[in-house]
């Protein structure tokens, strides 16, 4: 009983370091919202709209069948099973011509999120609306500055029928593990939240592009708590988060892009570095074929490709598991697949009628 109650410790424990963490992504440029606030609005057209669709598998082991015992080592048999991670993201943003002088503009969007983990037990929804404004450093608009704001609620579900796997190692039947406040088996709270970034902008040359940014969230001070009939109560804290990204577009040849880009994510004594290069190979006017590799430090490599077309953009990540977690996704990270639109508003000429003289 004691090993059993160690585990569901464990399991307890894990949950609240997930609570604490926030998503990461592969293709961060089909999720420019989430990552920061002022990218709201970062794009030549009127309307804006992009998904993202992220699922990652995590192979865990059970008992073969309760009951049945290696009469090698007189410990349950064990197979793998495989427990799926997904994650679907939308947002939309548009962009006015409301500024307080020539060349500058607002914008204003709204991002979504769902987090699902392994089989239902944990979920984390985010609603968030976005708010940003853009300073035009120079007449040309080679140089902008833009400073943007996001305020939602987040929620976070738990379901104590599903946290009981461990158990499994042991061949032991127990309830689920109890839960939320009154014994319940479920447990759901909720918070707001308020995260706000800046980006530069700046054009180098008559072909390359600089972009700078940073983003602080969780500003609002959140906590909850998830209490449990036999264990202590565990207080969880929502860290603030600080995001950091630089962003580097030049034509190499004629037809040929290149671009490095830097994601540094820190929260809670946790950090998460990624590195990639891409490009971009022109097919025509209006076509190109996107490709790149990446590395999240201590954690994936990563493979990147996709296409442009006209205003579509469609892009497909792969993460390959390099850590000691190899072990036990079978080197699998996760895929991720992105679809983004572009869409401009044409403005129907207002023309005064003019009045002619039937006599004429």
């Known amino acids: 009983m004691r090993k059993i109650l160690f585990l569901c410790c464990i399991c307890l424990l894990s949950i609240t370091n997930i609570l604490s963490q926030d998503e990461h992504f ?3 440029d ?4 989430f990552f920061n606030p002022a990218n709201t609005g970062n794009f030549y057209g009127s309307y804006r709209i992009g998904v ?3 699922e990652q598998a995590r192979t865990w082991f059970k008992a073969e069948d309760q009951g049945s015992i290696n009469p090698d080592t ?4 064990f197979k793998p099973v495989s427990s799926t991670y997904t994650t679907p993201t939308l947002f939309i943003d548009a962009n006015f011509g409301l500024g307080f002088s020539a060349g500058d503009w607002s914008s204003f969007g709204l991002t979504m999120l769902s987090d699902k983990s392994g089989d239902g037990a944990l979920s984390n929804s985010s609603y968030m609306l976005n708010a940003a404004y853009h300073w035009s450093l120079n007449k040309k608009g080679g140089n902008v500055l833009t400073i943007g704001a996001q ?3 987040n929620s976070i579900a738990v379901d104590g029928n599903n946290l009981n796997t461990e158990t499994e190692f042991l061949n032991q039947v127990l309830d689920p593990l109890q839960l939320g406040v009154d014994g319940k088996s479920e447990f759901n709270a909720s918070y707001s939240d308020l995260n706000v970034g800046v980006t530069l902008v700046s054009k180098i040359g008559k072909t390359s592009k600089l972009e700078l940014g940073a983003a602080f969230g969780h500003l609002l001070p959140s906590s909850f708590e998830i209490q449990n009939d036999s264990i202590a109560n565990i207080e969880n804290d929502i860290d603030p988060r600080i995001n950091v990204n630089a962003r580097l577009r030049f034509l190499a040849t004629d037809g040929i892009a290149l671009e490095p880009v830097i994601y540094y994510s820190t929260a809670g004594g946790a950090s998460n ?3 990639q290069f891409n490009s971009a190979f022109r097919l025509n006017e209006n076509s190109a074929f996107t490709a790149g590799l990446g590395y999240r430090l201590g954690d994936a490599a990563q493979i990147l490709v996709g296409m442009n077309y006209g205003l579509w953009k469609v892009g497909i990540g792969y993460d390959m598991t390099v850590s000691s977690a190899a072990d036990a996704n079978s080197s699998v990270g996760g895929y991720e697949l992105g679809i983004s639109r572009i869409i401009f508003r044409n403005k129907k000429p207002q023309i005064d009628p003019i009045l002619l ?3 004429l």
């Open 151 to 153: 305020y939602g609620r």
């Open 26 to 28: 592969t293709r961060y």
């Open 30 to 33: 089909f999720t420019p919202t």
């Open 74 to 77: 007189n410990q349950p048999f």
């Open 357 to 359: 003289c039937p006599k």
């Open 52 to 54: 993202l669709y992220r």
């Open 273 to 275: 570095l990624q590195i």
